[in-house]
């Protein structure tokens, strides 16, 4: 019998992608060996088009309830020029 999650299929997510890309590019500017940081930029290229396969997450978040827009209170306006000379 195994140990873990059995029918579970891990699925990396568009937001992965993007967050080894910018890793993999941060790590080329800093290194000071050209062969390795265009290995990196190599990498990254790669992965940039992996995840452009990948559609983007959806918003899950709740939705906000309904309002209603908020009612103007009642003034007296002010008697324009024709009703002042009647």
């Known amino acids: 019998m195994s140990i873990g999650a059995v029918g579970f299929i891990a699925?990396?997510?568009?937001?992965?992608?993007?967050?080894?890309?910018r890793i993999l590019l941060k790590f080329a500017r800093l290194t000071s060996d050209p062969l390795f940081a265009a290995l990196l930029v190599e990498k990254a290229v790669k992965l940039k088009s992996q995840a452009?396969?990948?559609p983007r997450?959806?918003?899950m978040s709740p939705?906000?309830?309904d309002v209603e827009p908020?009612?103007?209170p009642r003034t007296l306006q002010e008697p324009t020029s024709t009703?002042?000379?009647?």
């Open 11 to 21: 699925m990396l997510d568009h937001g992965y992608f993007f967050r080894q890309i």
């Open 52 to 54: 452009e396969g990948i």
């Open 57 to 59: 997450p959806t918003d």
């Open 63 to 65: 939705l906000a309830p």
């Open 70 to 72: 908020e009612k103007k």
């Open 83 to 86: 009703e002042s000379s009647i």
